[in-house]
C-alpha cells in the first residue's frame, strides 16, 4: 500500500521520497518564517534565512525531481537563480556596511 502511495517499488526508494518530501517541509517552511518575523515587526520582511530556505529547498527538489525524471518539477524550480542572487546581494551589503563602519570607527581616531 505504501509503494503504492508514494508511487515506488523497491524499499531503498523511499529514501528518495523523504528527501522529495524534506525538501518541501524545508521549501513551505519559509513562508512560515517569513510570516512570523513580518507580524513580530508589522511590516513585510524577507530575512536571509528565507533565502536560505528557498535555496536549500529548491536544491533538494532539483535533486528528487531528477531522480524521478520530472522535467516539470525540475523546470518549476527554476527561481534557484533569484534565491542565490538575493542571498549575493545580502552579502555585498553586509560587506559594505562592514566597511563603512571600518572606516567609521578609523576617522574617530585622533
Known amino acids: ?19 522529495g518530501l524534506l525538501g ?3 521549501f513551505a517552511g519559509r513562508m512560515l518564517v517569513q510570516w512570523i518575523q513580518s507580524e513580530r515587526r508589522r511590516e513585510s520582511v524577507v530575512s536571509p534565512i528565507f533565502w536560505w530556505m528557498s535555496l536549500v529547498g529548491s536544491a533538494m527538489l532539483i535533486v528528487y525531481f ?4 520530472d522535467v516539470v518539477g525540475v523546470l518549476g524550480q527554476f527561481a534557484i537563480f533569484i ?3 538575493n542571498l549575493m546581494l545580502i552579502a555585498r551589503s553586509k560587506r559594505t556596511q562592514l566597511v ?4 567609521a570607527e578609523g576617522s574617530d581616531q585622533p
Do not use: D, H, S
Open 1 to 19: 500500500m505504501l509503494y503504492r502511495f508514494f508511487n515506488v517499488e523497491r524499499p531503498e526508494e523511499f529514501a528518495w521520497v523523504a528527501v
Open 24 to 26: 518541501e517541509v524545508v
Open 66 to 69: 531528477c531522480w524521478r525524471r
Open 83 to 85: 534565491y542565490v542572487r
Open 100 to 103: 563603512a563602519e571600518v572606516r
